[in-house]
């Protein structure tokens, strides 16, 4: 079945914990960083910020246990920064210096640490979560396999075969979809025909929309929703509408005016910022003056090193 | 008599399955009372039914889940039922499997093998008939190895997924119903060992293993078709043919198979892969590398036509390689000096 949440779009959001807002606002600001030290010609390669969609993983981080898999995908800083509170770490993947997670060789897309993992091609790790999934399944019983997937990821047809063996078999995979409405530069009017729901109900699984921004609203929406993947042992599909504020990539956004306007009036950062000013300008303040100082520190490190014998 | 390769599979899969609770093998129809459409995996779902599932076609996800047992710290075996299907798994062998190995900046260990029925000479056509081997070499992290009747498939099996390295285990179809040689006798003239710091090299010799006029090089499904390839020679062409079978084909094992190529001065590299960017061209490139000095003749390679593999019989065999072709590139290397 599937079920909607149609909430207006908030003029009041919920007022947030101290530890949520923190890490909001500790995700925005890395990865504004990061755009700007492109901008400088500081950064190597290529990154994909999630400006807008900070509340997903926030909302997410205490329904998930150290026990669970989470499967981010190219734009996963957020999902990272939820799980590991570690921007140095993250800062200096992306940018090859010493203490880097994966020493550089992964760069901003291909993560490995403990129990998350990214990696670059889409819908790719679907069908890897649901062998994940059947692992816990029979060995852990109670954890999840989680996905993150864009709207663009179901064109992928991985998506599908792993989505029918989780429903076929029984597996505990959560997928996670933001759906922000474009895939890289195609609106996903014009790449997704029928609908995300329509799909997951094909398979006779599960599907849950929530288009509240609100991190309150969203966690405890998705509550249900993981307590059920637990107990029932089953796949679900969850679709976040959410607004990609920033660029795909590095300044490649051509979108009308119009459509730039409507995402970032949809934008928490903002509203937040306009209903509990006091509370958000000491931590907004707090924390861009942290991540400076997580950039001024990882900058100063010198360069990563990919052992022999790290080498596969 | 020994048994046939089709059971040596068979019974390697059954004692790896009783050897480690922590593998599963998945493919499409493998279960029983089918067992697998060339009969491998028969009996094992009745003995281990969790951990043997039928899927369905879906050969990308099923290496997906395969690669994600294998990322949390199980073991995984797929059967892909024709290798030509394996192309449907290429982003998952390629983006996942392989390069999780080493592209998160340490060893990550990935225990999964790809099982792939491959090969002609059965008159299934042009989309179940082909060598997918070459489109697999050089990919890094990845091991591809191929089943033959001189190597005890449970050795080979236990060794691939002891290595942490993804990888493909091609498995000539003809091959299946073949008997397996056994304790270094191939018939009358022939014998064999095995060489190389694994004994993962296949030495077939006639009178002295060190003594050799030209060594045929050969993946395991062109095995038998060489053995009597080197008989023939020796019967009706006085040439003395050394055949080395190697177990892995990729990376080349390059350090024992150099040596007796070295003495022999002369080498034919043999595969039924259609031309070009085949293993025997990189086989081809180390040994003119390595041994440009020592070579009495440039390395020959032989593989089946530049084509599209046919169906009907006639046909078929325009296209494979011949044991003719074999025969024939040994003669005219070992006269041509």
Redesign the interface.
């Known amino acids: 079945m599937t079920a909607t949440r149609t909430e207006a779009p908030p003029t009041a959001p919920t007022r947030l914990a101290d530890v949520d807002l923190d890490l909001l606002l500790l995700i925005r600001h890395f990865e504004l960083s990061l755009l700007d030290m492109f901008g400088r010609g500081e950064l190597h390669g290529t990154t994909h910020t999630c400006l807008g969609q900070e509340y997903v993983p926030v909302a997410l981080r205490p329904l998930l246990t150290d026990g669970d898999?989470v499967f981010s995908n190219h734009r996963g800083h957020g999902h990272y920064l939820a799980r590991f509170d570690d921007p140095h770490g993250l800062l200096a993947e992306v940018m090859g210096r010493e203490g880097?997670?994966?020493?550089?060789?992964?760069g901003s897309q291909?993560?490995?640490r403990d129990r998350y993992?990214s990696?670059?091609?889409q819908g790719?790790s679907?069908?890897?979560?649901?062998?994940?999934?059947?692992?816990?399944k029979?060995a852990e019983p109670g954890r999840l396999?989680l996905v993150y997937l864009g709207d663009g990821t179901w064109g992928e047809?991985?998506v599908y075969?792993?989505l029918?063996?989780a429903a076929?078999?029984g597996l505990p995979l959560l997928l996670v979809v933001e759906n922000n409405g474009i895939a890289q530069s195609t609106p996903t009017t014009a790449q997704l025909a029928g609908s995300i729901g329509g799909r997951a109900r094909a398979f006779g699984v599960d599907h849950l929309r929530v288009t509240s921004t609100d991190t309150a609203v969203v966690r405890s929406a998705l509550g249900p929703v993981l307590r059920r993947v637990r107990e029932r042992c089953t796949p679900y599909v969850v679709e976040l509408l959410t607004h990609r504020v920033g660029p795909h990539s590095k300044g490649d956004d051509n979108r009308r005016p119009d459509e730039l306007a409507y995402a970032k009036a949809h934008d928490w950062y903002a509203r937040y910022a306009e209903a509990y000013p006091e509370q958000f300008t000491a931590h907004d303040e707090r924390q861009r003056a942290y991540v400076a100082q997580v950039v001024r520190e990882v900058t100063g490190r010198p360069a990563?090193r990919?052992a022999e014998?790290?080498?596969? | 008599m020994a048994e046939r390769v089709v059971e040596n599979l068979n019974q390697a899969l059954h004692a790896l399955l009783a050897d480690d609770p922590g593998l599963t093998l998945l493919g499409e129809d493998v279960v029983d009372p089918y067992g697998g459409a060339f009969k491998v995996t028969r009996g094992l779902s009745t003995r281990w039914p969790d951990r043997v599932r039928s899927t369905p076609l879906s050969e990308g996800g099923i290496v997906g889940v395969a690669g994600g047992l294998a990322l949390a710290g199980q073991s995984a075996i797929v059967e892909i039922m024709f290798s030509d299907f394996v192309a449907l798994a290429f982003d998952q062998i390629l983006n996942f499997a392989s390069k999780s190995t080493a592209m998160y900046g340490r060893r990550v260990p990935i225990r999964l093998v790809v099982r792939c029925p491959t090969g002609g000479n059965r008159g299934y056509g042009p989309t179940h008939s082909q060598s997918p081997q070459k489109h697999f070499v050089g990919i890094p992290g990845l091991s591809l190895h191929e089943v033959s009747p001189f190597h005890d498939n449970r050795t080979v099996l236990a060794g691939m997924l002891a290595t942490g390295r993804p990888g493909l285990l091609f498995e000539d179809k003809v091959l299946y119903t073949t008997r397996m040689y056994a304790d270094g006798v191939v018939d009358e003239l022939f014998r064999y060992d095995l060489i190389g710091p694994d004994a993962d090299v296949a030495r077939i010799w006639v009178d002295d293993p060190g003594q050799a006029d030209c060594v045929l090089v050969v993946p395991g499904g062109l095995a038998a078709r060489a053995v009597s390839v080197a008989r023939e020679l020796l019967l009706r062409d006085d040439i003395v043919c050394q055949v080395l079978v190697p177990s892995r084909l990729w990376p080349v094992d390059a350090d024992t198979l150099l040596p007796p190529i070295a003495r022999a001065g002369r080498v034919v590299v043999a595969e039924e892969s259609t031309a070009g960017g085949t293993w025997g061209a990189e086989l081809a490139h180390v040994v003119h590398q390595r041994l440009w000095g020592a070579l009495r003749a440039p390395v020959r390679l032989v593989h089946s036509a530049d084509s599209v593999i046919p169906t009907a019989a006639h046909l078929e065999r325009t296209v494979l390689v011949q044991d003719a072709d074999i025969h024939r590139a040994v003669k005219e290397v070992v006269s041509g000096d």
Request: net charge negative.
């Open positions: 898999f880097a997670v994966c020493h550089g060789v992964g291909h993560i490995l993992l990696t670059g091609v790719e679907a069908p890897v979560a649901a062998g994940v999934a059947l692992h816990l029979r396999a047809g991985a075969e792993a029918n063996m076929l078999w990563s990919w014998a790290d080498r596969g």
